[in-house]
């Protein structure tokens, strides 16, 4: 089975920018799909981004344009690049697999269920 360690995140002011890490490791050939999801304070933890094995990246429209993920299969680790950042993006930030996606069908909506392996998360603070 794969495991997630998260590194980076920490508090910014707007505007600023961060990079989040999430390496796996264990069996690492089953991670055909990983995303990336929030939880701010009072609110439903929310999709992010996602990779896939074969359908590439994607990104939800509320970070469009400022955030993009990427993997390096070097190093097993995904990351999360954050520009241009909101006071709305503080949340706590997880990345998660679905090992079972690998064509990709259901990756890119990024159905919380569907993620069974999550890292244990990492904070991302945004003053104004």
């Known amino acids: 089975q794969v495991q997630l360690a998260q590194s980076g995140g920490g508090s910014v002011q707007a505007g600023g920018s961060l990079r989040l890490s999430c390496a796996a490791s264990?069996?690492?050939?089953?991670?055909?799909?990983m995303g990336w999801f929030r939880q701010a304070p009072g609110k439903a933890r929310e999709g992010v981004a996602t990779?896939?094995?074969?359908?590439?990246?994607t990104v939800t429209e509320p970070v469009k344009g400022r955030f993009s993920t990427f993997l390096d299969n070097d190093k097993n680790t995904l990351y999360l690049e954050m520009d241009s950042l909101e006071v709305e993006d503080t949340a706590m930030y997880y990345c998660?697999?679905?090992?079972?996606?690998?064509?990709?069908?259901?990756?890119?909506?990024?159905?919380?269920?569907?993620?069974?392996?999550w890292g244990q998360g990492t904070q991302v603070t945004v003053s104004s």
């Open positions: 990779w896939h094995l074969l359908r590439g990246t």
């Open positions: 998660a697999v679905d090992s079972e996606d690998f064509f990709g069908a259901r990756c890119h909506e990024l159905n919380e269920a569907a993620f069974t392996i």
């Open positions: 264990g069996d690492t050939q089953n991670r055909p799909c």
